[in-house]
C-alpha cells in the first residue's frame, strides 16, 4: 500500500488469503490440539523432527546459501521439499542438485494444494528464507506463511514487514541477508517443545483462520458499507 500513489483516496490492505486445503488443516490441528495430552512427537529422543519448505527453488529472491547451510549443519532433522524442483541454470541447478544428493531431505515435487496441506500435518517446524529482489520479493509479505501458521506449528524465516509487530508468530532473521537464520534454526530445533506449545499452536492456526477468503470478503463488504455511510 505504501507503493501507491494516495490521490487523496482511502487505502486498505486486505492481506493474503488461506486457501479451502489449509483452512481444513487448521480446523483439523484445532481440534487435535483440545485433545492432545502435552507430549508432541518430537520430544522422544529418538523420534526424528521434520522441516518443511514450500515454493519453487528456482525463484531468483530464494536464499539458497542459507537454506543449503542450514540444511548440511542439520544432518539428523529430515527436510521436506514442496513444489519445483527442475532447473537448467545455475544457481539454482546446483542447488537443486546438492538437495537431491542429501540423505535428509526429500524432495516432493509440484503436488496440489491439498497434498501440500496434508503434508503439512506431520511437520515439526518450517522454513522460509529469501533475499530482497528488485522484481519478484519485497519481503513484505509471503503467501506460504499463512499456509505454514495453519498448521499450528513454529516457522522460523526472514524478515517480513507484515509480520515485525506480530513476534509470536514467526522466528524472524534481523538481517538484511538471513545470515543469523542459521543460528536462529538451530536454537528453534533445541527450543521446539517450547515453541510448539498448544498455545503458540493455537495462536497460529487462530491467525491463519482470520485470514480465509470468506473472512476477507466480510471485510470488503464492510469496507464498502463504510463507505456509504
Known amino acids: 500500500a505504501d507503493q501507491i500513489p494516495r490521490a487523496q483516496k482511502m ?6 488469503g488461506l486457501a479451502a486445503p489449509f483452512e481444513q488443516l487448521a480446523r483439523e490441528q484445532l481440534e487435535r490440539l483440545k485433545i492432545q495430552d502435552g507430549n508432541d512427537k518430537h520430544d522422544a529422543a529418538d523420534k526424528t523432527v521434520h522441516v518443511g519448505y514450500a515454493g519453487n527453488l ?5 536464499n539458497r546459501a542459507v537454506l543449503r547451510q542450514i540444511v548440511a549443519e542439520n544432518s539428523g532433522i529430515q527436510f521436506h521439499f514442496w513444489g519445483p524442483d527442475k532447473c537448467d541454470s545455475d544457481p539454482a541447478a546446483g542447488f537443486i542438485a546438492f538437495l537431491r544428493q542429501q540423505s535428509n531431505v526429500t524432495l516432493h515435487g509440484a503436488v496440489s494444494q ?3 496441506a496434508a503434508g503439512f500435518r506431520d511437520m515439526d517446524a ?4 529469501y533475499l530482497p529482489d528488485p522484481v519478484e520479493s519485497d519481503r ?12 499450528g506449528k513454529v516457522v522460523v524465516s526472514s524478515r517480513l514487514q507484515a509480520y515485525e509487530e506480530q513476534p509470536d508468530l514467526l522466528v524472524m532473521s534481523q538481517t538484511e541477508d ?5 543460528q536462529l534454526f ?5 527450543r521446539l517443545r517450547t515453541l510448539n506449545t498448544v498455545n503458540l499452536q493455537q495462536q497460529r492456526i487462530s491467525f491463519a483462520l482470520q485470514n480465509t477468503y470468506d473472512r476477507h470478503i466480510e471485510r470488503i463488504f464492510q469496507l464498502l458499507d463504510d463507505l456509504r455511510t
Open 140 to 151: 513484505s509479505n509471503s503467501h506460504k506463511i499463512l499456509e505454514y501458521l495453519s498448521s
Open 114 to 116: 491439498v497434498q501440500l
Open 186 to 190: 538451530s536454537g528453534v530445533i533445541d
Open 58 to 62: 528456482a525463484r531468483r529472491p530464494v
Open 126 to 129: 518450517f522454513l522460509l528464507s
Open 178 to 182: 538471513d545470515r543469523d537464520l542459521a
Open 11 to 16: 487505502v486498505h490492505v486486505v492481506p493474503h
